[in-house]
Each structure stands twice: as C-alpha cells, then as structure tokens.
C-alpha cells in the first residue's frame, strides 16, 4: 500500500502544472494572441506551453521559450521564472533530467533574487522529482523538504500539503519510517494552526501509510480520520484513497468480508468522479478478493467489468491523442504557412528592389501598367463570380416555387379528375422543362466555379444510356420523329460517370428532337474499345451552317437559323465542359443532310457489380499468427476448407497484415518472437479500425490463471494445445455464425416499425460515428464514398471492409440505404412531396429517387404514400 500512494502523489505532483482547456484551446489562443498587449501575448505563449506540456514537450519548449523572451523585454521576472519551470518540466518528461535541472536553477536564481518564494517552492520541487526519477533519493530528500519550507512561508498550503506527503515517501523509500512520521505530524501541525484542514485529508491518508510499516494498529486510526474529514470536505478521491487502504488493512489480516465491503464503498465513491484509471484498478483488487477466497464466478464478474473500463478508457485516450494530433497538425500547418507567406514577401520586397535600382523609369512605367491589367483581372473575375453567385441564388428562388407547383399537380393527378387531365399534363411538362432549366443553368454555374464533382456507377452503360433515351421517345412521337438505339454487346460492368453521361446525353438527344422536323430520324449508337465508352448521336435534319461549326459550344451561343426555337445557348457549351470534365473528347460532323456528335469518355472495367446487400464476400480471410511452422501448417489443413488463410510468423508481421488486409477472424498463438499474441489482441482491440475483428487465442499455457488472462485483454475463445481440430473448427464457426446472426439483427432492425434514428442506430460506436457524417451530409448529392472516408480518415478499401464486416452493407450502399430509410420517414410523415424529399435526401433528380426507392422498398414513392 506505501508503494502505491508515494506513486500516486509524485505522479500527481508532476501533473498538476498542467492547465484545463476547452475546445479548439489552441485556435482560441491565437485569436487572443492577435488582440492582446505584448504582457499578455507572454501569458497567452506559456499557457499554450502548458497545454502542450504533456503530450508534446518539444513544442512547449518553444512556447516557453517566446514567453521567456517577452518576459525579460517587459522586465516581468514571475513570467520568466515561470517559463524555466515549464521548460524544466518538458525536458523532465523527455527523461533529460541534466537539462531540466539547468533550466530549474536557472528559474531558481530569479526567484530566490526576487523572493518568490511560491515558485521557488514549485522549482525545489521539480529538482527533487529529477533526482528522484535518477535513483538519488538523498539529494530528492533534500530538495523536498526546501520545497516544502519554502511553500509553508509562502502560505500556499495546498502545495505544502502535497508536497510533505512526498517528501513523506521518499522517506519511507529510504527505510526512515520515524521521519516520514514526523515530517507528516509537522504538516498536521501546520495546516491545524493555519485552519486549512480541507488539505488534512491527504497527509491522514500519508500518515496511515507510514504507520503501516511500523506500527499497523495505528494505521487505521489515521485512515479513519483521513474517511472522516473526506467525507465532511466531499473530497471524493481521498474518501475513495482511505476506503481502498482500510480495504487493504483488512486484507492483510486476511479479513477478506470486511476487505471487500471497504473496497466496494471505494468503488461507489468513485462514481462521483470522472471514469479514470481508479475504476479497474479497484475491480482488479476486488476480483484479487474474491479469488482469494474462492468465489470465482464474482471474481470472474469484477475482472470482466475491469476489463470492460480498460478498454472504454483505452479508446478514450487514443480520441483524445487523435484529436491532439489534429490539432498539432493545424497548429504546424498554420506555422508553414506564416513561414511561407514571409519568406514570399521577403522575395517580392528583394525582386522589387533589385528592379528599382536596375531601371526606375522603366520599373514604374512597368510596374503601374501591371496594376493596371491586375485590377482590371481582378475586377473582372470578382464580377464573373458575383454574377455566377446572383444566378445561382436565383436559379434557387426559381426552384422553390416550381417544386411547390409540381407538388400540387401531382396531388392533383392522383385525384383522377379527368375534367382538366390535358391541361394537368400540359401544366405538369412545362413545369419539368422549368426545373430542367433551371437544373441545366445551376449546372453551368458550378462548373463555371469549379465545384462540379462526378458521380461514377458501376453496371452496364448500355442499359443506362437506354433508359436516357427512351425517355425522350413519347417527346419525339409527337413530331412523328423516329428513335432508334444501337447497342453493341457491353460484356461486363463498367465504372462509368453517370450524372455527367446522363445531362450529355440528354442535351444531345433533347437537341435532335427539337431542332429536327417532323418524320425525321434521330439515330443513337453505343459501345466500348479499349475501356473508352462511344456514343455516336445521329439525326437527318436539316443540319448546322459551316461558319457556326466551331461556335456551337461557346456559352449562350445561338444560330441564326435558331429564332423560332426556344433555347438558352447554354446546352452544348454545357456538353462540352462535362466531357472535358470526365477527360473525354467530342466532335462534330455536319451537313444539310444532318449531324453527327461522336462523344468519347474513358471507363473501367469492373468484374464484379456491388450487391446491395453483402452477407458474405466469398470465402472469409482468416490470419493464422503462428511461429511454429509444423503447427500453422496443421491448422491451415484444418481450416482451409472454409476460410483463405493468410500466415504470419511473429506478431509483429499479424499486424501489419492486419491493417492491410482487414481480415475477417484472427487466431493467434500467446507464444510468438518480436510481439507475443497478448501484446497482438491489445493493438488489435486499441485500434478503431480493428477492434471489432474476432480473436481467438491458442496456447500450451492450459491453466485457468492463462484462459483468464487472455480473456480480460479482450479475446473472443480461447482453444489449449494440443487441440482437438473439431474443436478448433466449431470454435470459429460459432464466432463466425454469431458474426453474420449480428449483420442479420441489423438488417431486420433497419426493416422495423421503429422511427428513422432508432432503425440505423448500431450497437458500435464506429458505425454510428459513420451514420453521423452521413445524416450531417444527406442533402448534399454530392457526398459520396470519397467524401466519407476522408471524414473518418481512412482508405476506401478499408472503410468498405469494416463497414461490411459490421453491417453486411458496401460503402456506397450504406450511404443509398441512410438516404432510403430516411425518405421513407419523411413520405410516411408527409414532410413534403416527392421531389421536395428527393432533394432532402440527398438525390439529384425525382427520376432518380424514384428509381431507386422502388428498388429498395419494392413500391414507388406515390404508392409507398398511398398504403399508408
């Protein structure tokens, strides 16, 4: 018990310069840094080095450093002295101890000149955990008791009381056990004369660890009044010390009840604070209790639950390092770019003057014709993107009003009222050239600012170019105009940009049909060579005049020969910014006798389509970590059957196979060179990626105390050799079937009564981190599987295996089936219509939705409305 409470304070003692910050700590001290007085930039420089003090000592030394600077500038002695103790502790933490102590008493030379007598304490006491951490504990001693001194005459009990505890153990290292004892009484003393019995508690507790080693009767007494005064101050974590050492008194008197009802009152107090490291400490002492006196299946209990909190806290940490990381990250980012951007304008001021003395006259001549075209470049590029912005803000306003007289149309046909069926229908097709319009114009614009992004579809391009035009055929009909598609046999699935193809094909087909006269025929050939898809759009009308060949596709283009057409000029030059945009090509024969557009655009060859649902992607992939070659090679025999088996021979090598190929089960010897398969579970379950995989561990170790160890850091089986190959085999076909019967729960759960966030809600914290940026995105059509992995920082590939590990979905159909469940609810609720909905979900076009939802639902959307 002595051991684990002068731990608990030197480690305490060394944190607690540590400050508390909020969110973004280090954008908001920035923001400060830029408004504030050179005093307070020096203040706001060590509180970033604070900040930074425990996980990156490197960058808190520069900080302090700046701060340091800015202190000796505005004569402030107290910043200085503090920022040799913030540099005194960052080398501390990098274990360079010489280099701390030289900061140290550089800090303590200030402070001893100006009389500071609080931080000279602050500063005694770090050179007395260096020496300490250098295995000095004479020179440690001696350190502590002047830190001790110098905080008692500077009234700042709280230190002083912290600080005599560790003097106190440094004591009781060196076997001074009447020391420590009187060291403490003189604290107790001290702090009764000066009424600051709040900090009492803690030398009690001191006290009774002492008197442990010489006197154990006494012990309790001090443990007593340690509980005591707790409990008056609410001092949850010394009333939570003094139950788990009254605990530990009880224990050595093999008074195991009482032991464990002590231990269990520490427990509860804990609950008052923070999950921290306390918690599976005090499950581990009392699953130690329970085993002791042979009450296995509780201590089983308490060991799962401290397992259980280890892990929680575990992946707390790896957040918040991962968060830290980030914001280290920006921080650095922000730095190179402030570093950046000077380093130009040192070049442009060095360039300027070189210029200025080779010429002058020539130089100004230059140089103001240049700001002349500059601003008027300027000019020009903020007038065409203001000019794009007021289009796209109009374009906006029109669509609004158009869905919300599209909506009442369709009510309206539902009714069946056959009075005005052909003014619905002539309403309901000027309405949909409205908003393809509209749609066509708002296209333009983001490709005139660049923020246009292609949507790729895996299938065959012959069906979809079918459907394109098909749709165009009851337009042509009423021109008695012919359509006919030639499609050349595709032979496999192509990868191919879907929302680019469709608005190119459209406004081709959309052309023909408009601009040729009746009883004409509009001719629509597709096929592949060498993964590049062609499309060859024919008609024989009447034709384009040579000289506006090569105007055709310039914006807002128009012929003369166009006046009695309506159009906007907008189509063809759209055409060619898609095309353009895939890294395709497009060209143009025309003659009286007709036109012919010839559209290439590259694709790739796909073996096999995605299926909307993936319970089991072929054979499952089983990694076998195992350093015995006689033994992998009889387990591969055993399991190749059912699983592809990937081998590796140490740990070390399983985990680096692991993060590449995300396997679907692991078994792992405990027994391996470089990384044994404990140390191998423990990356495995710390990893977000990873953690969900399945572990199964297999050993000669057969003894209950090796099953139990293996299980507590987080394994699924463990199988004792030698093993029976039957065993082996159920083992991991349970896990596997209990694996897909959590993918089948999650299917019917998506397919309940429930409400939309209660259906997609997930039992891990991964899925729903997923279903979270995807919810945050649902109507933006452009938020797409590249879009959610960069958001959860991983690649593609091993987002679609994580994901169809857990969900049995693909990537891409994950993202379909949010955007589905969540326009069931929004139909169910009649939160809008159709087309209203296909936007909020994220789809670019009704049709689209349309499609889509009966596939998935297996009913149209009006029908899915009407059944309710």
């Known amino acids: ?30 923001s400060l840094m830029k408004q504030a007085g050179e005093k307070r930039k020096g203040e706001l420089n060590l509180e970033l080095a604070n900040y930074f003090l425990a996980e990156y000592p490197d960058s808190s030394i520069v900080y ?20 040799y103790t913030v540099i005194g502790e960052a080398y501390q933490r990098q274990n360079k101890m010489k280099e701390a102590i030289s900061s140290y008493l550089k800090g303590l030379k200030l402070a001893e000149k100006y009389d500071e007598k609080s931080l000279a304490g602050t500063i005694y006491n770090g050179i007395g955990v260096c020496y300490f951490y250098l295995s000095n504990p004479k020179k440690a001693e001696a350190y502590m008791k002047l830190a001790a001194q110098a905080k008692k005459e500077a009234n700042d009990y709280q230190y002083y009381a912290i600080i005599a505890t560790n003097l106190a153990g440094l004591q009781i290292m060196n076997q001074s056990f009447d020391a420590s004892i009187k060291t403490l009484k ?71 009840s009482r032991a464990i009802d002590y231990m269990k009152k520490a427990l509860q107090t804990n609950e008052h604070r923070p999950e921290d490291h306390y918690k599976p400490a005090m499950f581990e002492r009392i699953s130690a209790l329970y085993d002791s006196i042979g009450d296995y299946k509780n201590a089983y209990h308490y060991k799962k639950l401290e397992t259980e909190v280890r892990q929680r806290l575990f992946s707390a940490e790896k957040e918040k390092e991962i968060e830290e990381l980030e914001i280290k990250y920006q921080s650095e980012k922000k730095e190179k770019e402030i570093q950046q951007h000077k380093q130009e304008i040192e070049k442009q001021k060095n360039q300027q003057n070189r210029l200025l003395f080779g010429a002058v006259s020539v130089f100004l001549i230059a140089g103001f014709s240049t700001y002349l075209l500059f601003q008027r470049r300027r000019i020009t590029q903020q007038f065409e993107q203001e000019k794009l912005r007021l289009f796209e803000n109009i374009f906006h306003e029109i669509r609004t009003p158009l869905t919300l007289i599209e909506g009442p149309i369709q009510l309206m046909k539902q009714q069946g009222d056959a009075v005005y069926r052909e003014e619905l229908a002539l309403m309901e097709r000027n309405s949909k050239k409205l908003i393809s319009l509209v749609n066509e114009l708002l296209d333009a614009s983001k490709l005139g600012k660049g923020s246009f992004q292609l949507h790729y579809t895996t299938g065959n391009p012959g069906d979809f170019i079918g459907n394109i035009v098909n749709s165009f055929v009851a337009e042509a009909a009423l021109k008695e105009i012919r359509v006919v598609h030639t499609v050349h046999d595709f032979g496999s699935s192509y990868s191919f940009p879907s929302n680019a193809l469709e608005k190119i094909l459209s406004n081709l087909v959309g052309n023909a049909v408009k601009y040729c006269p009746p009883k004409a025929e509009i001719q629509v050939e597709s096929r592949i060579e060498e993964n590049k898809l062609i499309v060859r759009v024919s008609d024989n009308g009447p034709g384009i005049p040579k000289r506006e060949l090569k105007k055709v596709f310039r914006r807002f283009f128009r012929g003369k020969h166009d006046a009695d057409v309506s159009g906007t000029g907008i189509g063809l030059s759209l055409v060619k910014e898609l095309v353009d945009l895939t890294k395709g090509t497009i060209s143009l024969q025309s003659s009286t006798s007709g036109t012919t557009f010839t559209v290439v655009i590259p ?27 006689d033994t992998a090679a009889f387990s591969m025999s055993v399991l190749k059957e059912h699983f592809h088996i990937i081998h590796a021979k140490n740990g070390r090598e399983a985990l680096d196979l692991i993060r590449e190929n995300l396997p679907d089960m692991v078994l792992s010897d405990i027994m391996m060179p470089e990384k044994d398969g404990i140390d191998l579970l423990r990356e495995i379950r710390s990893n977000e990626l990873t953690n969900h995989l399945p572990v199964v561990l297999f050993s000669a170790k057969a003894s209950p105390e090796s099953r139990l160890e293996g299980l507590q850091h987080g394994a699924d089986a463990y199988v004792s050799k030698p093993f029976s190959p039957e065993e082996l085999k159920l083992t991991i076909r349970n896990l596997f079937t209990t694996i897909q019967r959590n993918k089948e729960a999650y299917r019917e759960s998506i397919q309940s009564e429930k409400t939309f966030e209660e259906r997609i809600q997930s039992e891990h914290a991964y899925v729903n981190k997923v279903i979270g940026y995807i919810v945050h995105n649902i109507d933006d059509p452009e938020y797409s599987v590249n879009e959610l992995a960069a958001d959860m920082t991983v690649s593609r590939s091993q987002l679609h295996r994580k994901l169809a590990a857990l969900t049995g979905f693909s990537t891409t159909n994950f993202i379909a089936m949010i955007r589905l469940e969540k326009a069931k609810d929004l139909l169910r609720n009649n939160e809008g219509n159709i087309t209203e909905i296909a936007y909020k979900c994220g789809f670019s076009s009704q049709s689209y939705f349309t499609k889509s939802f009966t596939e998935y639902v ?9 059944n309710q």
Not at 64 to 83: D, F, Y
Not at 207 to 223: E, I, K, N, T
């Open 858 to 866: 297996g009913r149209s959307p009006s029908q899915f409305i009407k």
């Open 64 to 83: 302090s450093g700046i701060a340091r600077t800015i202190g000796k500038q505005t004569n402030n002695h107290v910043l200085v002295i503090r920022s």
């Open 186 to 256: 003189e604290a107790e003393k001290t702090l009764i004369k000066n009424k600051q019995d709040e900090y009492l508690a803690t030398v009690y507790n001191s006290l009774g660890a002492a008197y442990q080693s010489v006197q154990p009767d006494s012990c309790l007494f001090y443990y007593e009044k340690s509980l005591d005064l707790a409990i008056r101050k609410k001092n949850y974590l010394n009333m939570m010390n003094a139950y788990q050492n009254i605990g530990d008194y009880y224990l050595d008197r093999k008074q195991y």
């Open 1 to 30: 018990m002595t051991k684990f409470v002068l731990f608990f304070v030197l480690i305490g003692a060394v944190l607690l310069p540590r400050q508390l910050f909020g969110q973004d700590p280090v954008d908001s001290l920035r």
């Open 603 to 629: 694709v790739e060859t796909v073996q096999h389509a995605t299926e909307m649902i993936l319970p089991n992607e072929g054979v499952p992939i089983l990694l076998l970590a195992e350093d015995d070659p």
